[in-house]
């Protein structure tokens, strides 16, 4: 070659690199230029959780989806109070981040465990178990898991209110009826004001003064229905005084120590209805 001619290709290859446009010489940069996915929030709708494998109000807000090679997948979680999942296991295991409010975690066979926000939860593969939010608040949790064949998790039973800690509502009960006075049976009807002043000034007052005991009144009672042959009440007051601590023993000598003083036959007339009521009414326990 002639060694005239070597210089004058070179010069030539040099300017014509050097008159390339500039975009050419940046075509290259833009082609490896990568854009980031981003998803907006509108673009993740949630959903409420379905009522086979939660109890209460439940909103799940997905975060990503398992792709390509990960399998991996995560959500928001929010529970209303009292609000929590049925048992249920995952078979690659689960992580909990508590972002607001309480709730319980709890293994099968173990105890409830709080928590609060800021805590991390790590349910191990194949763990049954339960989470959700307190009574008193609501709770929201990050829940991330890995899938295995296309499952995250396997939903067992629901939660009951005793396992999840709320006891049980007490068994209505029949009100009990109001009790009638004998009073009240004798002479409500006929006599309500009668009935009422014996029920509220004779036995609600006068019965109920210390200055005599129950027994001595009794006795005092018993002696002056005697007395007037007054059968129909000597019944009642006969029955009361045994409950009053007066054997029948006691009540036996009152009417023989009374034929003498009220006369023969009211005594005879109080022995035939103290023989009714000693038969019709247990003996009182012996004091």
Excluded: C
């Amino acid at each position: 070659m002639d060694s005239k001619l070597l210089p004058r290709l070179l010069a030539s290859a040099l300017m014509g690199v050097l008159a390339l446009p500039a975009s050419a010489a940046e075509a290259p940069a833009k082609a490896t230029a990568l854009s980031v996915p981003v998803t907006a929030e509108a673009q993740r709708p949630g959903s409420i959780g379905p009522a086979e494998r939660f109890t209460g109000k439940v909103s799940v807000a997905p975060l990503f989806a398992a792709e390509g090679s990960s399998r991996a997948s995560a959500a928001h979680v929010t529970f209303e109070p009292a609000a929590r999942t049925a048992w249920h296991s995952h078979p690659v295991g689960q992580h909990l981040h508590v972002i607001r409010g309480a709730g319980y975690v709890q293994f099968w066979g173990g105890e409830r465990r709080k928590i609060t926000q800021g805590d991390v939860v790590w349910i191990p593969p194949g763990q049954k178990h339960w989470h959700g939010a307190t009574q008193e608040a609501s709770m929201t949790h990050l829940s991330v898991q890995e899938h295995e064949a296309g499952k995250t998790a396997d939903w067992m039973e629901k939660v009951s209110d005793a396992q999840y800690g709320i006891a049980p509502a007490p068994a209505p009960t029949t009100p009990a009826a109001p009790q009638v006075s004998r009073a009240q049976q004798l002479m409500g009807a006929t006599a309500p004001k009668l009935a009422e002043l014996t029920d509220q000034v004779l036995y609600a007052d006068i019965w109920e003064r210390p200055e005599l005991s129950k027994r001595d009144r009794s006795l005092i009672t018993v002696s002056a229905l005697l007395a007037m042959n007054r059968p129909d009440q000597l019944k009642s007051h006969l029955a009361l005084a045994q409950l009053n601590g007066v054997s029948r023993t006691e009540l036996s000598e009152l009417i023989t120590h009374l034929a003498f003083y009220a006369g023969w036959p009211s005594a005879v007339s109080a022995t035939a209805v103290a023989k009714e009521v000693f038969q019709n009414t247990p003996a009182p326990a012996a004091r």
